[in-house]
């Protein structure tokens, strides 16, 4: 035991000798999250100026719009709305706003059933394109009867640079069920104000609104002058005493549906088509190059105007010298809108990110349409002069001189500007953008030239500690043993290990999907298939779509489950099984015991007839790879649940480090342990780092001048979690490991032991 500035380090270790080793203090850096400051940023009133995230402002904008009810599913990048909205309880409650975290995507949506009949404002929030296809169905049959109080979906786009689902466009199901979709400016007067004007056009169409939000709209920053919050009429505060008579037009079933259609394309499309022209939803900026045009999605007019800045053809507040309409609203477009920026134009582009390119092909009909309209009402023998001086004779671009799909940055879209510019308004300088292009060009190639050779491809991987890595760790081993099995893996932190050093995984087919996926591999697969889901997503999918269908068809599977208490991977939100919810900022041992006693995961799979079912620490490894031997090679069929429990080490340090962090300030022992690598041991194979992949678990030179391999080392930042003990055993790697505990603040008893300690190593190993 060694003093240190009021720190003790205990070394207890698998070799034959002992070393001192400097000690590390503790710094606590991760704090529970709280969302203190935005909720008095949402109390704001008349006339105060709210600055902030995007995302934070659209919340703000939903409280002043008089909402009755909010909901939604966690997931990037939006889910700071509803992790605000729930940590905001008394204001809600002050307000009569019930907010609801939903069980998924599809549990939100259908929360929207409530302004069908009663006009109550609602809004909901997910990520898109995944939650939208999750909630699709409960979409089409609240859009197809329609809403009655204003209904607004907060989109987070997940589109382009950081996206982390499949590249496709939430403006299909707004065409497809006829709903709103607002595209909003980035700018938070612009964001708010068109919050406001969802919910009007929601009521004035019936029209449920979508509002969709790129992960550069969340997290712009600005400023807006506030409203006050607005206490909605029918509330939890003033609830309704009887339910709205029974209408049989407000239900999406046959025969009714067919006059929904109907009326989705003779009422509602028109009203909303004139709800944006009467209050001016879509921006139409003059330029002094009146004869060419650019039409821009709402969410990308920051890029072209950016762009444009180099071209010399905007200033940096925006104002542009090529005219713009800025579609604030995608869908429904305003067809008389569109022919009349265009009709005075020699050439007009479309901006729009994604593919099919639903908008420049609607624009393309509208154009066309108006020529043939023009040309049916016009005599025979006139007919081509009329034509021309419609806009049908203006020159539509967009994606012949843009990439089709992608997304588009102010680099690419410069390159489109080029081209556009080359045959539409060739008196533009485009010198200094040209040169611009070419140097980012040279400097990214030269960049990605030197990368290559100076740094290793670094995937994202698990957090340090986190308990699904030990877990990985005893699948490699498991898989030694019965030889390698097909995973289906899932949405959630473990599709981490689809990286090195684990690389396993063959698909992912959405979030609570794996056991499902696997149904039609397993009976054509001699050996077992393993499929892997989080706790997060067995409750958001995986207990029905999976479980349910194998157990009803009673297929021989193997289901391993990630026990860790939240659904990590969007935030660490609660789910229904996460442990001591209410206890959680008491104390570890309180959560500890909690944690232990938490079987809601286990007696659901019970409930509904899971025989082979193994509860299993997530960080013993030898443990874990013999369940998943046995669960993969025995005589048992039917369904076989291994539960891998572990709570998010993630969470568990926002939780731990300031309590630890608070015991240590006020003089009382704080005991943490760090594992460590005796570099005279380590033989450097580096098995241990194959097999882990924890960050802090690296390389460092040999100090021995006759070994040229570089030796494992454990870095600070390791929090102990026991993986590098549990690997060397499992796989009897080489015992280079050891254990030290940390006590700070120690005892009288500990600092003597210590003192005792020192003076028998210095004798051990004089210097
Ligand atoms: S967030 Fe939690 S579960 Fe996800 S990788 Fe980090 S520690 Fe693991
Ligand atoms: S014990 Fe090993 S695996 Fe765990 S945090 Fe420390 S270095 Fe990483």
Not at 291 to 315: E, M, N, P, W
Request: proline share 5%; aromatic share 6%.
């Amino acid at each position: 035991m060694l003093r240190d500035f009021g720190t003790c380090v205990v070394w207890r270790r698998s070799g034959d000798k002992l070393h001192l080793h400097n000690s590390w203090r503790f710094t606590p850096h991760l704090m529970e999250i709280s969302f203190k400051k935005q909720i008095e940023q949402l109390r704001l009133g008349e006339g105060e100026v709210f600055h902030g995230e995007g995302i934070l402002a659209i919340t703000k904008a939903l409280l002043q719009s008089g909402v009755s009810y909010i909901g939604g599913y966690q997931g990037a990048p939006v889910s700071h709305l509803l992790d605000v909205m729930v940590q905001a309880r008394e204001l809600v409650a002050e307000l009569g706003v019930h907010v609801e975290a939903c069980s998924n995507e599809a549990s939100a949506a259908a929360m929207l059933g409530a302004s069908i009949h009663y006009p109550v404002r609602g809004a909901v929030t997910w990520k898109s394109i995944v939650g939208t296809n999750v909630a699709a169905d409960a979409l089409a049959n609240l859009a197809s009867p329609g809403v009655t109080g204003g209904v607004l979906m907060v989109i987070g786009e997940d589109y382009g640079e950081g996206a982390s689902v499949v590249q496709e466009r939430t403006h299909a199901y707004a065409m497809k069920s006829t709903m709103l979709l607002l595209d909003p400016r980035p700018e938070l007067p612009v964001m708010v104000d068109m919050v406001r004007h969802a919910f009007a056009m929601s009521e004035a169409s019936n029209m449920p609104a979508m509002m969709e939000l790129r992960i550069r709209a969340c997290h712009v920053r600005g400023s807006f002058v506030c409203t006050d919050n607005v206490k909605a009429s029918i509330s939890s505060l003033s609830p309704m005493a009887e339910p709205a008579g029974f209408d049989y037009a407000k239900l999406a079933h046959p025969p009714v549906t067919f006059a929904h259609e109907k009326r989705k394309i003779s009422e509602r499309l028109p009203a909303a088509r004139q709800y944006i022209l009467e209050h001016g939803l879509n921006e139409i900026h003059t330029g002094r190059h009146a004869d060419v045009g650019i039409i821009v999605q709402g969410g990308l007019t920051s890029a072209l105007l950016r762009a444009l800045q180099q071209f010399g053809l905007a200033d940096a507040f925006g104002v542009s010298d090529v005219p713009l309409l800025v579609l604030n609203v995608t869908y429904p477009l305003v067809p008389e809108q569109i022919t009349a920026f265009a009709r005075d134009k020699r050439a007009v582009l479309v901006l729009e990110e994604g593919a099919p390119e639903y908008i420049e092909l609607e624009i393309a009909a509208a154009l066309r349409r108006e020529a043939t309209d023009a040309t049916m009402a016009t005599a025979p023998a006139t007919a081509s002069s009329t034509a021309s001086s419609t806009a049908s004779s203006t020159v539509l671009h967009g994606k012949d001189l843009l990439p089709a799909a992608g997304e588009l940055t102010p680099e690419v879209i410069m390159n489109g500007l080029l081209a556009f510019f080359a045959r539409h308004l060739p008196a533009a300088d485009t010198t200094s953008v040209k040169a611009l292009l070419e140097a980012a060009g040279q400097r990214r190639e030269r960049i990605a030239g030197e990368l290559d050779r100076a740094l290793p491809a670094r995937p994202p991987g698990f957090c340090i500690g986190c308990p699904e890595r030990p877990v990985f760790s005893a699948l490699k081993l498991a898989q030694q043993q019965v030889g390698d099995v097909h995973i289906a893996a899932d949405i959630g932190c473990h599709s981490f290990a689809t990286f090195e050093p684990f690389s396993q995984g063959h698909s992912i087919l959405g979030y609570g999907m794996s056991l499902a996926s696997r149904a039609g591999v397993s009976p054509v697969m001699q050996r077992r298939v393993l499929s892997i889901m989080g706790d997060g997503g067995f409750w958001h999918n995986g207990l029905l779509t999976g479980v349910q269908s194998a157990l009803f068809n009673g297929d021989d599977a193997v289901l391993l489950i990630f026990k860790n208490g939240y659904t990590s991977a969007t935030g660490t939100q609660d789910i229904i099984s996460t442990p001591g919810r209410a206890a959680k900022a008491q104390s570890a041992d309180k959560l500890a015991s909690l944690t232990a006693s938490n079987r809601t995961i286990e007696d659901t799979l019970a409930g509904l007839g899971v025989k082979w079912m193994r509860v299993v620490h997530a960080y013993r490894v030898e443990a874990m790879r013999d369940a998943l031997t046995e669960a993969l090679t025995t005589e048992v069929g039917g369904l076989k649940v291994i539960i891998a429990e572990g709570e998010c080490q993630l969470e568990r340090q926002r939780r731990v480090r300031p309590w630890l962090e608070s015991l240590r300030a006020r003089g009382e022992r704080v005991q943490r342990v760090k594992y460590g690598v005796d570099e005279d041991v380590c033989n450097g194979d580096h098995a241990c780092i194959r097999l882990s992949g924890c960050p802090t678990l690296t390389l460092k030179d040999n100090p021995d001048p006759l070994k040229v391999d570089p030796v494992a080392t454990v870095i600070d930042g390791c929090v102990g979690c026991g993986l590098c003990g549990e690997n060397a055993h499992a796989a009897t790697l080489c015992p280079s490991f050891y254990r030290a505990e940390i006590i700070q603040n120690p005892r009288w008893h500990e600092q003597l032991l210590a003192a005792v300690r020192q003076r028998m190593l210095r004798w051990l190993q004089p210097a």
